[in-house]
Nanobody, 115 residues
Framework: QVQLVESGGGLVQPGGSLRLSCATS????????MGWYRQAPGNQRELVAR???????DYADFVKGRFTISRDNAKNTVYLQMNSLKPEDTAVYYC?????????WGRGTQVTISS
Protein backbone atom coordinates (compact mmCIF):
# COMPACT_ATOMS: atom_id res chain seq x y z
CA GLN A 1 0.00 0.00 0.00
CA VAL A 2 1.18 3.49 -0.88
CA GLN A 3 -0.47 6.70 0.21
CA LEU A 4 0.18 9.81 -1.86
CA VAL A 5 -0.43 13.47 -1.07
CA GLU A 6 0.10 16.15 -3.68
CA SER A 7 0.93 19.77 -2.92
CA GLY A 8 2.23 22.87 -4.64
CA GLY A 9 -0.67 23.72 -6.89
CA GLY A 10 -2.10 27.19 -7.20
CA LEU A 11 -2.89 30.09 -9.48
CA VAL A 12 -0.12 31.50 -11.65
CA GLN A 13 0.07 33.73 -14.67
CA PRO A 14 0.95 32.38 -18.11
CA GLY A 15 4.69 31.94 -18.42
CA GLY A 16 5.06 31.29 -14.72
CA SER A 17 6.34 28.26 -12.85
CA LEU A 18 5.15 25.87 -10.20
CA ARG A 19 6.73 22.93 -8.44
CA LEU A 20 4.43 20.12 -7.45
CA SER A 21 5.39 17.64 -4.76
CA CYS A 22 4.03 14.19 -4.08
CA ALA A 23 4.76 12.95 -0.59
CA THR A 24 4.30 9.24 -0.13
CA SER A 25 3.99 6.93 2.85
CA UNK A 26 3.43 3.27 3.45
CA UNK A 27 5.55 1.08 1.21
CA UNK A 28 8.79 2.44 -0.22
CA UNK A 29 8.41 3.86 -3.71
CA UNK A 30 11.97 2.92 -4.63
CA UNK A 31 10.94 0.37 -7.24
CA UNK A 32 7.69 1.96 -8.38
CA UNK A 33 7.21 3.78 -11.63
CA MET A 34 5.92 7.15 -10.44
CA GLY A 35 3.82 9.38 -12.61
CA TRP A 36 2.04 12.69 -12.79
CA TYR A 37 -1.29 12.82 -14.57
CA ARG A 38 -3.73 15.63 -15.09
CA GLN A 39 -7.41 16.05 -15.75
CA ALA A 40 -9.08 19.18 -17.01
CA PRO A 41 -12.86 19.67 -16.80
CA GLY A 42 -14.61 17.62 -19.46
CA ASN A 43 -11.43 15.77 -20.39
CA GLN A 44 -10.05 12.36 -19.60
CA ARG A 45 -7.15 11.96 -17.23
CA GLU A 46 -3.90 12.02 -19.18
CA LEU A 47 -0.29 11.17 -18.51
CA VAL A 48 2.00 14.15 -18.06
CA ALA A 49 5.29 12.51 -17.07
CA ARG A 50 6.63 9.40 -15.40
CA UNK A 51 9.88 8.25 -13.89
CA UNK A 52 11.14 4.73 -13.27
CA UNK A 53 13.06 3.45 -10.29
CA UNK A 54 16.33 3.99 -12.15
CA UNK A 55 15.22 7.56 -13.02
CA UNK A 56 14.44 7.02 -16.68
CA UNK A 57 11.84 9.58 -17.67
CA ASP A 58 9.05 9.87 -20.19
CA TYR A 59 7.04 12.98 -21.04
CA ALA A 60 3.88 13.77 -22.92
CA ASP A 61 4.63 15.78 -26.05
CA PHE A 62 2.68 18.76 -24.77
CA VAL A 63 5.06 19.26 -21.81
CA LYS A 64 8.42 18.27 -23.30
CA GLY A 65 10.98 20.97 -22.67
CA ARG A 66 8.81 22.69 -20.07
CA PHE A 67 8.21 20.16 -17.30
CA THR A 68 10.71 18.03 -15.38
CA ILE A 69 9.87 15.05 -13.21
CA SER A 70 12.25 13.92 -10.49
CA ARG A 71 12.24 11.71 -7.45
CA ASP A 72 13.97 11.52 -4.09
CA ASN A 73 13.62 7.94 -2.88
CA ALA A 74 15.22 8.80 0.46
CA LYS A 75 12.42 11.27 1.09
CA ASN A 76 9.77 9.11 -0.63
CA THR A 77 8.84 12.15 -2.68
CA VAL A 78 8.30 12.85 -6.36
CA TYR A 79 8.39 16.30 -7.92
CA LEU A 80 7.11 17.97 -11.05
CA GLN A 81 8.80 21.22 -11.98
CA MET A 82 6.57 23.11 -14.38
CA ASN A 83 7.92 26.07 -16.32
CA SER A 84 6.54 28.24 -19.09
CA LEU A 85 3.03 27.42 -18.00
CA LYS A 86 0.16 27.93 -20.42
CA PRO A 87 -3.58 28.36 -19.82
CA GLU A 88 -4.11 24.91 -21.33
CA ASP A 89 -2.06 23.43 -18.49
CA THR A 90 -4.94 24.23 -16.16
CA ALA A 91 -6.10 20.98 -14.56
CA VAL A 92 -6.09 18.90 -11.44
CA TYR A 93 -2.71 17.18 -11.23
CA TYR A 94 -2.55 13.70 -9.73
CA CYS A 95 0.38 11.69 -8.50
CA UNK A 96 0.43 7.97 -9.25
CA UNK A 97 2.49 5.03 -8.06
CA UNK A 98 2.54 1.82 -10.03
CA UNK A 99 0.68 2.75 -13.19
CA UNK A 100 -2.71 4.04 -14.22
CA UNK A 101 -4.50 0.69 -14.28
CA UNK A 102 -3.71 -0.87 -10.92
CA UNK A 103 -1.62 1.75 -9.14
CA UNK A 104 -2.19 4.12 -6.28
CA TRP A 105 -3.47 7.68 -6.62
CA GLY A 106 -3.40 10.84 -4.64
CA ARG A 107 -6.36 13.20 -4.41
CA GLY A 108 -4.83 15.77 -6.71
CA THR A 109 -3.83 19.42 -6.57
CA GLN A 110 -5.41 22.17 -8.64
CA VAL A 111 -3.23 24.11 -11.05
CA THR A 112 -4.77 27.17 -12.67
CA ILE A 113 -2.99 29.26 -15.26
CA SER A 114 -4.68 32.57 -15.82
CA SER A 115 -3.89 36.24 -16.11
Amino acid sequence: QVQLVESGGGLVQPGGSLRLSCATSGSSIRFYVMGWYRQAPGNQRELVARITGDTSTDYADFVKGRFTISRDNAKNTVYLQMNSLKPEDTAVYYCNAGGAVAGYWGRGTQVTISS
